[in-house]
T-cell receptor, first 116, second 114 residues
């Protein structure tokens, strides 16, 4: 069982370039999210989705775009990369769509992005 | 607004020592959920425990135990007889019902030396 799969694991970009971080889960989870992890700041929510066709912003959405065309996939797009977006990105999913009772998050292995 | 504070940035202990990781939270809701996650050196994040605000019983799982005190808004994590494999960054997190932002603390890096 693969769980949550993220690609690529490492990426170096130049300022102004765009790219997409891929995330797929095979657990039929309705809830999916993207976090970024920066030293001393824990994990901060970028965007999330409670089901196919539904997305919303988290705490730090600027500079990022998401879509959810299927239950399995939740790609994160960097529109015009900036050095401030250098970070480790984690995709996560959960079985609780409504979040009335939030389930634990299942995380991917992370994607380390460097923007020069 | 919800907030989680892990005041201990780094802790270093010698194997077999007991260690407690502190977590203090802020929320306006009376119903909420607290979590602990472990991030070993390999980088993945692993769920350890979830506790709801109505259950103040302490939880024990092997060498791990959690002390939830609503009076002090704390959800502390104790590792008894620590081992080198416990070395990791530990995150405390808070989630409110119908709020899709699970708020994480900054994390505590635990190093267990042989």
């Amino acid at each position: 069982n693969a769980g949550v799969t993220q690609t690529p694991k490492f990426q170096v970009l130049k300022t102004g370039q765009s790219m997409t971080l891929q995330c797929a889960q095979d657990m039929n989870h309705e809830y999916m999210s993207w976090y970024r992890q920066d030293p001393g700041m824990g994990l901060r929510l970028i965007h999330y989705s409670v089901g196919a066709g539904i997305t919303d912003q988290g705490e730090v959405p600027n500079g990022y775009n998401v879509s959810r065309s299927t239950t399995e996939d939740f790609p994160l797009r960097l529109l015009s990369a900036a050095p401030s977006q250098t970070s480790v990105y984690f995709c996560a999913s959960s079985y609780t769509a409504t979040r009335i009772v939030p389930g634990e998050l299942f995380f991917g292995e992370g994607s380390r992005l460097t923007v020069l | 607004a919800q907030k989680v504070t892990q005041a201990q940035t780094e802790i270093s202990v010698v194997e077999k020592e007991d260690v407690t990781l502190d977590c203090v939270y802020e929320t306006r809701d009376t119903t909420y959920y607290l979590f602990w996650y472990k991030q070993p050196p390999s980088g993945e994040l692993v769920f350890l425990i979830r506790r709801n605000s109505f259950d103040e019983q302490n939880e024990i799982s092997g060498r791990y135990s959690w002390n939830f005190q609503k009076s002090t808004s704390s959800f502390n994590f104790t590792i008894t007889a620590s081992q080198v494999v416990d070395s990791a960054v530990y995150f405390c997190a808070l989630s409110e019902p119908n709020n899709n932002d699970m708020r994480f603390g900054a994390g505590t890096r635990l190093t267990v030396k042989p």
